[in-house]
T-cell receptor
Framework: NAGVTQTPKFRILKIGQSMTLQCTQDMNHNYMYWYRQDPGMGLKLIYYSVGAGITDKGEVPNGYNVSRSTTEDFPLRLELAAPSQTSVYFC?????????FGQGTRLTVV | AQKITQTQPGMFVQEKEAVTLDCTYDTSDQSYGLFWYKQPSSGEMIFLIYQGSYDEQNATEGRYSLNFQKARKSANLVISASQLGDSAMYFCAMSNYGGSQGNLIFGKGTKLSVKP
């Protein structure tokens, strides 16, 4: 059981470029989440999904898009990268009593 | 709106001593969960302990215990017998079981340093 797998681990983007952060879970959980963690801060929810085909905005969704075509995959899309999106991104899955996090993706926009 | 407050940006503790990390929360929901996560310098988020709002007893997991005082809206983490490997950031978080089930709201964290 790999749990939650995120790729890539590191990425540098130029302003205006786009990219997709991949997230896959093998725990068969319905709920999946994307968080971002800015330096010295806690995590903030970007988007979440309660099951395949269902997504909803979290606290900081601007500049991002998501899709959930399968239970396992929950990719996060950045369309026009901006320096404000420099952050560490965490994908998570879980239930009400616990969330399981991926290792994180460190993204720098220059 | 829901909010988590961690008022201690940094804490020091001597190895083998106990330490309490503070967390207060604000919510109008009756049903919610409280969590503590550890984030070492390597960056991963490690689940430590969970307390449900209807749980009458304080949660314990090994050296970790959660001092839950519902009337004061506090959920402090107690680490007994600190070890050097406990040095890390610690985050308190809360979820609600209302419309956004399982979504976590995090505090800003406390950096714990264990001295030998």
């Amino acid at each position: 059981n790999a749990g939650v797998t995120q790729t890539p681990k590191f990425r540098i983007l130029k302003i205006g470029q786009s990219m997709t952060l991949q997230c896959t879970q093998d725990m068969n959980h319905n709920y999946m989440y994307w968080y971002r963690q800015d330096p010295g801060m806690g995590l903030k929810l970007i988007y979440y999904s309660v099951g395949a085909g269902i997504t909803d905005k979290g606290e900081v969704p601007n500049g991002y898009n998501v899709s959930r075509s399968t239970t396992e995959d929950f990719p996060l899309r950045l369309e026009l990268a901006a320096p404000s999106q420099t952050s560490v991104y965490f994908c998570a899955t879980g239930r009400n009593t616990e969330a399981f996090f991926g290792q994180g993706t460190r993204l720098t926009v220059v | 709106a829901q909010k988590i407050t961690q008022t201690q940006p940094g804490m020091f503790v001597q190895e083998k001593e106990a330490v309490t990390l503070d967390c207060t929360y604000d919510t109008s929901d009756q049903s919610y969960g409280l969590f503590w996560y550890k984030q070492p310098s390597s960056g991963e988020m490690i689940f430590l302990i969970y307390q449900g709002s209807y749980d009458e007893q304080n949660a314990t997991e090994g050296r970790y215990s959660l001092n839950f005082q519902k009337a004061r809206k506090s959920a402090n983490l107690v680490i007994s017998a600190s070890q050097l490997g406990d040095s890390a950031m610690y985050f308190c978080a809360m979820s609600n079981y209302g419309g956004s089930q399982g979504n976590l709201i995090f505090g800003k964290g406390t950096k714990l340093s264990v001295k030998p």
